[in-house]
């Protein structure tokens, strides 16, 4: 029945067109059908064209059910669209095609045949796969240097451990040889001795903070995190109290805000908060009424905790520099200080995959930033539970 | 420079005396030396603090025991026994204190594993000058092993 | 009272530690009756009452021991088990006074009975302070075992 004209136009399309009946037999078909899958399953019921033609399903590769097949689909009523793996005997070649079936009805919307578009999708299939492939290696290559960072990382954390361990016996004999040095001896000394072993014990007491903040470093990065649903405000409250004896006889401010829950280990996040407080507390040192500020606020499009003071800030030149070891921006005799806390900070935030970052401006104060899983949520959204 | 990331430690003490209880919890609290203070008055209480049991699901696992060895359910050489005999709970430390100085009572509770003997003085005076070196020597002094946060 | 006969026993094996210690013991009034044992070996033949300790007697036992870990021949652990697994021994006061905090050290020091546990603090002021501590509680408060129970074991109730 089909016009020379239509099948002209009809074999001119790059996809395949099946048009069955009821009974599923052929009633129009194109070359490109044939190019396809060989040839046009004219002599075949629908239920043999899966065997017959080598259909499969796409992702277990078994043999694509009879009753699945869009056209039958299509004949029970239903428009549908598939992907099918082809290995035909007749091309001895694999493709996947995507089929798109639609029942064919007459003017009383009764179902009389189906209509079926049969598309070549072998190559963009392929690019698809390769792109998963170099995705996965990607991944997988990602995932093993993450693992050669972290070795890494643990090697150094216990060697630090170590080193700093094995320093405290002979910092502990110096200690206290110059003790005993200084009640037992210093009226038969110099002056100028005396002076010597002031700075002696100076010294040592600077190496005896170096050590226990590396020791400290060393076993944060060791320890597993204990992570739990926390309050923030009670934690910052607490360290605000704790470190009021350091600032006695000074005047200063500190404004606790709306802090939030998070999900984190206590322990460590108080570290955090004992490092920026003391910090904001040292560095407004200068100041005649000094005011640290503790909040939430959003910053990106990310909720974070932020610590600020209106102390002696910092030039942001040299921000990269701020949470290095041993890294500090301030002279010791301005600042005593050991250029581990930040650093433990940094090494904390990073342990529970948060970021933590900073801004100041020279003589105009500083803020901290970091952010905790959990943040987003409300405050008091948990304290209903 | 005491290291600042020790944190304060926690006691239980097991007496069923309560003014005594109520006194060494006083005194100990006072010093600042440990951080919380939990109390309960017999041994199966004791037993079941420890191992978080019962209506004690939520307690803190303590750093130290202060155990006395007249109670009732369960006397104080059983706890003992029980702590020393779970390799959960056998770390902590447990100092006796008791008013007994009957010899056989201390060498029983040395050979079941406790760790001091402490006896309970009659007059204040020296009760409050034992609680005070027991608190001295443990919290300011001992390192405990650490207890897993909860 | 026999030559053998200490209040203390102090197990240290470093020379600088050894002399601060009993420094620290001696500003104390707590070092009149002292005996130094050098490494672990010679510890345990003090407890032991072998070798060079073949005279002492199980029946007069140091009411204090002070235990460092790090020891020449057998280590402080080594000496903790043999003492505390011996009823002849398992009543004295071990204390272990070492540099390490090591989590290891501290529940197997605890697991193996030690009585406490000490870590040396760096600062000098600290240290004299603890030994004080040490001292009053250990020699003063703590009420040792009786005689009997350091006797064979069987003999008990």
């Keep these: 029945m089909q016009t020379k004209l239509l099948q002209t136009v009809l074999d001119s399309l790059g996809d395949g067109l099946i048009v069955v009946d009821m009974a599923g037999r052929l009633l129009i078909w194109n070359a490109a059908v044939e190019n396809l899958i060989g040839a046009a399953p004219t002599a075949l019921a629908l239920n043999q064209w899966p065997e017959a033609l080598g259909l499969y399903e796409p992702v277990e590769c078994k043999t694509y059910p009879a009753e699945q097949l869009p ?73 093993q240097r993450t693992a050669e960072l972290e070795a890494a990382n643990k090697e150094l954390e216990s060697f630090t451990y170590s080193v700093a361990h094995d320093l405290r016996a002979p910092l502990r004999h110096i200690v206290g040889f110059a003790q005993i040095l200084e009640e037992d001896f210093r009226p038969k000394l110099e002056p100028e001795a005396q002076q010597y072993l002031t700075r002696i014990q100076q010294g040592t007491r600077r190496m005896g903070l170096l050590v226990d903040e590396l020791l400290n470093l060393a076993k944060v990065g060791r320890q597993p995190l204990n992570l739990q649903l926390v309050n923030l405000a009670p934690i910052a409250e607490r360290v605000i109290a704790e470190l009021a004896p350091s600032h006695e006889g000074r005047e200063v401010e500190c404004k606790l805000g709306e802090l939030s829950w998070a999900n984190c280990d206590a322990n460590l996040v108080k570290q955090v908060f004992q490092h920026l407080i003391s910090n904001a507390i040292k560095y407004t040192r200068l100041r005649q009424h000094a005011v640290i500020e503790i909040g939430k606020t959003e910053v990106g499009g990310q909720m974070c905790i932020f610590v600020r003071d209106n102390g002696v800030g910092f ?71 | 420079m005491k290291n600042q990331n020790m944190s304060p430690a926690e006691v239980l003490l097991v007496d069923d005396n309560p003014a005594d209880l109520d006194l060494a919890r006083d005194l100990l609290i006072a010093n600042e030396h440990p951080r919380q203070v939990s109390a309960v008055t017999d041994g199966e209480d004791a037993v079941a603090f420890l191992r978080r049991e019962g209506r004690f699901t939520s307690a803190q ?52 594993g406790a760790n001091s003997y402490v006896r309970k003085p009659g007059n204040l005076q020296d009760f409050m000058a034992v609680i005070q070196s027991i608190g001295q020597f443990w919290f300011q002094n001992a390192c405990f092993p650490r207890r897993e946060e909860q | 009272m026999k030559a053998f006969d200490a209040e203390i026993l102090l197990i240290e094996d470093n020379q600088d530690d050894l002399d601060l210690t009993l420094h620290a013991l001696k500003r104390e009034n ?86 406490s546990y000490i870590q040396k603090p760096v600062n000098f002021t600290e240290f004299r302070q603890t030994v004080k501590h040490l001292g009053l509680y250990w020699l003063v408060v703590n009420q040792p075992a009786p005689q009997g129970a350091c006797e064979p074991a069987g003999q008990e109730p």
């Design chain 1, 71 to 143: 056209m039958a689909r299509a004949l029970r009523g239903e428009s549908c669209e598939c992907e099918i793996l082809v290995r035909t005997p007749l091309t001895a070649k694999s493709i996947w095609i995507e089929v798109t079936a639609h029942p064919l009805k007459d003017q009383n919307a009764n179902v009389v045949g189906a209509v079926t578009a049969v598309r070549n999708i072998t190559q963009r299939k392929i690019s698809e796969q390769e792109i998963q492939r170099l995705h996965d290696e990607l991944e997988s290559r990602v995932r």
């Design chain 3, 30 to 115: 707590l070092a009149n009756n002292i005996l130094i044992a050098r490494d672990g070996e010679e510890a345990l033949d003090f407890f032991f009452c072998r070798g060079n300790y073949a005279e002492r007697n199980f029946d007069a036992p140091p009411r204090l021991v002070l235990l460092d870990l790090k020891l020449p021949k057998v280590n402080g652990i080594e000496v903790l088990q043999q003492v505390k697994s011996d009823p002849r021994t398992k009543s004295i006061p071990v204390v272990v006074l070492t540099s390490s905090k090591e989590e290891l050290d501290l529940v197997r020091s605890y697991n193996l009975g030690a009585n």
């Design chain 1, 315 to 385: 030039n942001m030149k040299y921000v990269g520099k701020l949470f290095g070891v041993f890294q500090r921006l301030h002279r010791n005799e301005d600042f005593e200080g050991t250029g581990i806390g930040l650093a433990t900070v940094q090494r904390i935030i990073q342990k529970h995959r948060g970021r933590v970052w900073a801004e100041g401006e020279m003589d105009r104060g500083a803020t901290f930033y970091f952010t905790l899983k959990g943040l987003e949520q409300e405050p008091g959204a948990q304290e209903s539970k």
């Design chain 2, 61 to 112: 696992r303590p750093d130290l025991i202060i155990l006395d060895l007249n109670l009732p359910r369960k006397n104080g050489w059983q706890v003992l026994e029980e702590v020393k005999a779970d390799p959960k709970l056998r770390s902590t430390p447990v100092v006796i204190f008791s008013t007994s100085e009957a010899p056989r009572d201390i060498g029983n509770c040395y050979r079941l």
